[in-house]
């Protein structure tokens, strides 16, 4: 079975500045896609960024980007320019060869400091 | 575009009774929907797949008679808590897919649902 580890409960960050989560995953597939989701206070789950594991080249979306490494097995957010919008849990989801049946990670609170 | 919504958004029902929840895609056909749920300070975990027109597939642990899952239509899924218990208490969020192109889920805002 697929497995999704965030190893950080908790991050912070000031304003304006540069963050980064953490993610690993453990699957036996080739073909896969991760994704990063955004869930605010209000609970709604908003995707930010897609990886699809075929494409060597990392996503970008905006000050959002991610670095893949497939060979470790990681999938780590970079968040540049902090903002106070960006205060919200982060969940890691391997997705399997279709994008289907999400498993995600424990998530990350990000808290962003003025 | 791509919206999903879920109704009702908060519900309290007392032990013994059924609840059901539902989930629409107000602007896209969903082929397949997801049911997952979220302890308070966890993560989502997937309970089912629903395909319109066919039965969930359940994962495992989740009992497939206390949770009936229901997708009749291309726009609309339904949970129903059968005889819930207060350890059913739970945030329950549905996502949709529609067909081919994009792998992406799009997300319901959830039902928080209290029993008593």
């Known amino acids: 079975a697929q497995t999704v580890t965030q190893s950080q409960p908790e991050m912070s960050v000031q304003e304006a500045e540069t963050v980064t989560l953490s993610c690993t995953y453990d699957t036996s597939e080739s073909d896969y896609y991760l994704f990063w989701y955004k869930q605010p206070p209000s609970r709604q789950m908003i995707l930010v960024i897609r990886?699809?594991?075929?494409?060597?080249q990392n996503a970008t979306e905006n000050r959002f980007s991610v670095n893949f490494q497939k060979a470790a097995k990681s999938f780590s957010l970079k968040i540049s320019d902090s903002q106070l919008g960006d205060a919200a849990m982060y969940f890691c989801a391997y997705g399997g060869e279709y994008g289907n049946k999400l498993v995600f990670g424990a998530g990350t609170i990000l808290r962003v400091k003025s | 575009g791509a919206v999903v919504s879920q109704h009702p958004s908060r519900v309290i029902c007392k032990s013994g009774t059924s609840v059901k929840i539902e989930c629409r895609s107000l602007?896209?056909?969903?082929?397949?929907m997801f049911w997952y749920r979220q302890f308070p300070k966890q993560s989502l975990m997937l309970m089912a797949t629903?395909?319109?027109?066919?039965?969930?597939?359940?994962e495992q642990g989740v009992e497939k008679d206390k949770f009936l899952i229901n997708h009749a239509s291309l726009t609309l899924s339904t949970l129903t808590v059968t005889s819930a218990h207060p350890e059913d208490s739970s945030f329950y969020i549905c996502?949709?897919?529609?067909?081919?192109?994009?792998?992406?889920?799009?997300f319901g805002p959830g039902t928080r649902l209290t029993v008593t």
């Open positions: 629903s395909n319109e027109g066919s039965k969930a597939t359940y």
């Open positions: 990886q699809e594991a075929y494409k060597q």
């Open positions: 602007d896209f056909q969903a082929t397949t």
């Open positions: 996502s949709a897919r529609t067909a081919g192109g994009s792998y992406e889920q799009y």
